[in-house]
């Protein structure tokens, strides 16, 4: 008994097991997002110094700025310029986006659906393409010269706006649309079935039965594209090439990145990406409490 007993304390304790199966994500998660924010933050607090003609070694120097580099960031109009942008396109995007993936979801959760799994993929499908690659393509359709498509004049002028938005509509709408099919596939078939025998049409059940039982999942959706709209990067910055007509500080990411790499000042860039972080998480934090309040209602009903 004493030998099983000293054998059994040498053995780490079942308290301990779980953390050694997180420490390399643990390990991982503090080098790639913890040190990296730290690090932003500490720029952003700071700015450089500039003494003489600025040609020697130390005629560059870092000091601390305190709350004055985040006042220089927020004072540049073309950050408040880009934000506009953002927002108009978040208009025409998030409600667009949000309707046809529940229409979609709705279409393909019905009692008989031909060729449903190519429906799904089809609808999906466009999601699993890059960014970058999508960008290309639609951009290339833009151009009338090398097209043979009836495309609108001026999406790549006057109607940026349009253009940029059908990029982002085309490639998130299936991830949407899933996220919705799942939770309608959660739904109870007794609670249907209750109003077919009620005598409800397939469209009373969809408007009045389905789609407020799966408005938890179109509120997270509806995140996730508010904050998906708020880094938007990728489909201006390639299209940017194919026009004039677009800035390179067209959306506050694209101006964080035109400050640190071209103009050389990567503290204006932290305080612009700490100011963006700010409130994103704001955003995340009222879904978890819209969530959560959803939640202890269900539960007290």
């Not at 990296?36 to 020697?56: N, Q």
């Not at 999601?127 to 043979?148: K, M, Q």
């Amino acid at each position: 008994m004493a030998r099983r007993g000293d054998r059994g304390a040498a053995r780490p304790g079942p308290a301990l097991v779980p953390y050694l199966f997180l420490a390399p994500a643990i390990v991982l998660f503090t080098l790639f997002v913890l040190v990296p924010i730290g690090y932003t933050a500490y720029l952003s607090l700071h700015r450089v110094r500039v003494s003489g003609l600025g040609l020697g070694r130390g005629s560059r120097t870092q000091v601390f700025a305190g709350l004055d580099t985040y006042r220089q960031a927020l004072g540049d109009p073309e950050l408040w310029r880009g934000a506009l942008r953002v927002l108009g396109y978040g208009a025409l995007l998030v409600p667009t986006m949000l309707g046809l993936a529940l229409l979609f979801a709705l279409l393909l959760d019905r009692p008989r659906v031909r060729l449903a799994r190519f429906s799904r993929i089809s609808i999906f499908l466009p999601y699993a393409v890059p960014g970058v690659v999508a960008s290309v393509l639609w951009g290339f359709l833009y151009l009338p010269a090398l097209t043979p498509l009836p495309v609108p004049e001026g999406l790549l002028g006057p109607g940026l706006l349009f253009a940029v938005a059908n990029i982002g509509l085309w490639g998130g709408v299936g991830f949407n649309m899933l996220v919705i099919l799942t939770a309608l596939r959660a739904v109870p078939p007794e609670v249907t079935e209750s109003a077919r025998l009620d005598g409800a049409s397939e469209l009373q059940i969809a408007l009045r039965v389905k789609t407020p039982l799966v408005t938890p999942a179109l509120i997270m959706a509806g995140l996730f594209t508010l904050i998906a709209t708020l880094q938007v990067y990728t489909e201006p910055t390639t299209l940017a090439p194919l026009t004039n007509a677009l800035p390179s500080t067209w959306t506050p990411l694209m101006k964080v990145y035109n400050d640190a790499f071209v103009r050389d000042d990567i503290h204006s860039a932290a305080a612009t990406s700490v100011v963006l972080a700010a409130i994103t998480l704001t955003f995340s934090l009222v879904f978890l409490r819209v969530v959560a309040g959803r939640a202890f209602a269900g539960e007290r009903s």
